[in-house]
């Protein structure tokens, strides 16, 4: 595309490039080598959450450098730069899990505040992570400037005595390592080989989940989010997503051109259908917030109650992300759910063309049994469930994929933060039958609003993933399975009833019925209010004490500004 095509008058990089009193700012960029041709050229934002925390993040550098051939074979010029990650496999079972969450905050602010600050045309933005995924989507719909998202792609599974496995694994070998039922030596080997390449957790944990929802909801090119990290391919994906963002740019395609309700209805589906992590209930608002449009957690549920559940993935199926890819990728997911009604056809994407233009090539591959028909699926219900009631008026939602009973009625068991949760269920002080209580998690009261994989897949790997249930107003992991309840709102820090809860309370659950209740009366829940206290803040200064005093609700996405509603001006139109 010549140059020419592009009307500087119109996009931001004027600021910073155009004109006798720029001359300071355009000698910057000589001093970075910039030629004048490069430096009157639009200016793309290649912005990555590489860093050397996590496998998930330790290829993005390279394929940013593809994104940047790309652009520069357009005649656009890339400007790279760095956010941050904060890996929640490696954040999990501890303090450090209550930076997860600020973090996705932190990673859309500050590539706003980069792009603002350098005036920056488009995006193309990389990432790998459970919260620098729908991080990086945010901020695209809130600069709502032309932008592609690149998944940085999933990890392979490794191998242990003949079978695939997955971090889950790990996780899960660690309660069956403190039963007795596996050995140092084993576990030691399993840690070795679990986690073979570099790209993020490769079942429909949180990250593969987000990545799906990069493609369904139109911000990623078709199949890119689906090819693993170490595939030579995704080269590829990076090279077309920084050539194709120069055509966004000529043709003044914007994320929130993209973004509407039905494209987040459309992101919605692929979870359900693929029996994706919870998280996305959260993060789904999220990025509606960034657009100014009204989509909560029951607005997410409506979708996954009438979606049906389509894809074997792990962890309550058989396939991981690699054998999906292999099998036709993502738009194979979207394909049949399209042609039974389960999308919207008509949603713009960043190749220019709708989802209905982008599937029409797709053809139904017969010989996998990784994706079935949307008419013939597993389960008629999709993977993730709302649940409603008067344990949860603001709602919570369950994982239900391979989740074989769907009801469970016990005595509540009430741990006010999860290293006493871990603690009990390390040392198996907790019955058979119980409902686990983790309070003071939730987005103001973690804070952050901590996973609580560390202890569920402790709970799996005795034997009793299916022997009780765990409610908390914190997260869970998109590894967790078993009748396992978060998001639960109110949370317990601004006393919601699950702060009112004592031990041998009874409580209900019913996935089929969407029901969370306990069975005290109106009246002895009011004294019990009588006598609780606000907890002390946990943190007195720094950036979570800053997360917890401006994070809102969990049905609401806990978010932190009020969002595309509020705007005044639109970064894109300075």
């Keep these: 595309m010549d140059a020419k095509t592009f009307d500087k008058s119109r996009l931001p990089s004027r600021h910073v490039t155009e004109g006798p009193s720029r001359a300071p700012h355009r000698s910057y960029y000589y001093a970075m080598g910039l030629s004048g041709k490069q430096i009157h050229q639009p200016f793309v934002g290649v912005a990555t959450c590489w860093n050397e925390a996590a496998p998930c993040n330790i290829s993005l550098m390279r394929q940013a450098q593809a994104v940047k051939q790309g652009v520069s074979s357009a005649q656009g010029t890339p400007r790279e730069f760095c956010t941050i990650t904060v890996t929640d496999g490696i954040a999990m079972g501890h303090q450090g899990m209550k930076s997860s969450l600020p973090s996705r905050e932190v990673i859309a602010d500050s590539v706003e505040l980069t792009m603002r600050g350098h005036c920056y045309d488009a995006l193309v933005g990389m990432a790998g992570c459970d919260k620098s995924l729908p991080g990086m989507m945010m901020a695209m719909v809130r600069l709502n400037v032309p932008s592609i998202f690149i998944y940085g792609g999933s990890i392979l599974?490794?191998?242990?005595?003949?079978?695939?496995?997955?971090?889950?694994?790990?996780?899960?070998?660690?309660?069956?390592?403190?039963?007795?039922?596996?050995?140092?030596?084993?576990?030691?080997?399993?840690?070795?080989?679990?986690?073979?390449?570099?790209?993020?957790?490769?079942a429909q944990f949180t990250a593969n989940t987000m990545a799906m929802v990069s493609e369904a909801i139109g911000l990623a090119l078709p199949y890119s989010a689906g090819a693993p990290a170490p595939y030579a391919m995704r080269d590829s994906f990076c090279h077309t997503a920084g050539a194709k963002v120069m055509d966004l740019i000529a043709m003044n395609i914007r994320p929130r051109d993209i973004v509407t309700r039905k494209a987040l209805e459309n992101a919605a589906a692929v979870v359900a259908a693929s029996g994706g992590s919870t998280n996305a209930a959260l993060h789904l608002p999220a990025i509606a917030n960034e657009c100014g449009i009204e989509f909560d957690l029951f607005d997410v549920a409506e979708i996954f109650r009438k979606t049906p559940y389509i894809a074997d993935l792990k962890p309550g199926?058989?396939?991981?992300?690699?054998?999906?890819?292999?099998?036709?990728?993502?738009?194979l997911v979207m394909k049949t759910l399209l042609e039974h009604g389960f999308m919207h056809g008509d949603c713009l994407t960043v190749t220019g063309r709708t989802i209905d233009e982008n599937m029409a090539r797709v053809e139904w591959n017969p010989d996998q049994d990784v994706v079935y028909p949307a008419n013939k699926p597993i389960s008629k219900t999709g993977g993730v469930v709302e649940l409603r009631g008067s344990l949860a008026p603001e709602g919570g939602i369950v994982k239900v994929a391979g989740l074989a009973n769907q009801?469970?009625?016990?005595?509540?068991?009430?741990?006010?933060?999860?290293?006493?949760?871990?603690?009990?269920?390390?040392?198996?002080?907790?019955?058979?039958?119980?409902?686990?209580?983790?309070?003071?998690?939730?987005?103001?009261?973690?804070?952050?609003?901590?996973?609580?994989?560390?202890?569920?897949?402790?709970?799996?790997?005795?034997?009793?993933?299916?022997?009780?249930?765990?409610?908390?107003?914190?997260?869970?992991?998109?590894?967790?399975?078993?009748?396992?309840?978060?998001?639960?709102?109110?949370?317990?820090?601004?006393?919601?009833?699950?702060?009112?809860?004592?031990d041998g309370d009874m409580i209900t659950l019913d996935a089929e019925k969407g029901i969370l209740d306990h069975e005290l009366s109106e009246a002895e829940l009011e004294e019990r209010k009588k006598d609780w206290k606000e907890p002390a803040p946990k943190f007195g200064s720094g950036a979570i004490w800053k997360y917890a005093e401006q994070v809102g609700p969990a049905r609401d996405g806990a978010v932190t500004h009020p969002g595309g509603k509020a705007e005044v001006n639109c970064y894109a139109d300075v």
């Design 157 to 202: 599974p490794g191998t242990f005595k003949g079978k695939p496995v997955t971090v889950q694994d790990v996780f899960e070998a660690v309660g069956q390592h403190s039963v007795g039922n596996m050995s140092d030596e084993d576990l030691q080997a399993l840690e070795e080989v679990a986690c073979p390449s570099a790209g993020a957790c490769g």
């Design 317 to 331: 199926g058989r396939y991981v992300a690699k054998d999906l890819f292999e099998a036709g990728g993502i738009p």
């Design 407 to 502: 009801k469970f009625r016990g005595p509540a068991r009430c741990f006010d933060c999860e290293e006493d949760a871990f603690a009990a269920v390390s040392k198996k002080e907790y019955k058979e039958g119980e409902v686990l209580v983790i309070r003071y998690e939730g987005p103001k009261g973690g804070p952050g609003m901590r996973e609580m994989l560390a202890t569920t897949a402790a709970l799996y790997g005795q034997g009793m993933g299916d022997k009780v249930a765990l409610i908390t107003d914190g997260r869970f992991s998109g590894a967790t399975r078993g009748f396992c309840v978060g998001h639960v709102g109110p949370e317990a820090a601004v006393c919601g009833p699950i702060a009112l809860i004592r």
